[in-house]
């Protein structure tokens, strides 16, 4: 995956992602992992590979200045004005699976990890979400169960 950006182009696609997906506590180590898997995917797909570096050349050039150095509004509606060319597209694509499944990103959301091998949810954490108020629960009269 080395090689196929520049230096630049990687840190306009890690910001890039950073600003797709906004998240104050996820560490800049998420996203680098989130730009490898695009890399990854590029790597294997010309027609993607080709949109990429196109789209990130012209991203960093939309304003002036590289993307990076926009200001969060800036960049947040450089982003917009994107969302819906195939460039964009085949970033999403990637990145909203690889960025919610990195385990650094769990430890943030407070997602345990998959519960299958250990017997499911309902006996393993189920009920432990301590953010949310407790239900009430009812029964309607003349109802029966």
């Known amino acids: 995956m080395n090689g196929l950006l520049s230096d630049q182009q990687r840190r306009t696609l890690v910001d890039l992602l950073r600003t797709a997906f906004p998240h104050d506590g996820f560490p800049v180590g998420a996203y680098q992992r989130t730009a490898d898997a695009v890399l990854a995917k590029a790597a294997d797909a010309p027609r993607l590979l080709a949109q990429l570096v196109q789209g990130l050349s012209d991203v960093d050039q939309l304003r002036g200045v590289a ?41 943030v959301l407070g997602y345990e990890g998959p519960s299958f091998d250990k017997g499911g949810y309902l006996n393993r954490g189920f009920n432990d979400l301590d953010w949310l108020p407790e239900p009430r629960i009812e029964e309607a009269e003349g109802v029966s169960a």
């Open 67 to 107: 993307f990076s150095q926009l200001d969060a509004e800036t960049a947040t509606a450089v982003v917009r004005g994107i969302a819906d060319t195939p460039f964009f597209a085949g970033i999403v694509e990637v990145a909203v699976v690889a960025l919610y499944d990195d385990r650094e990103v769990w430890d």
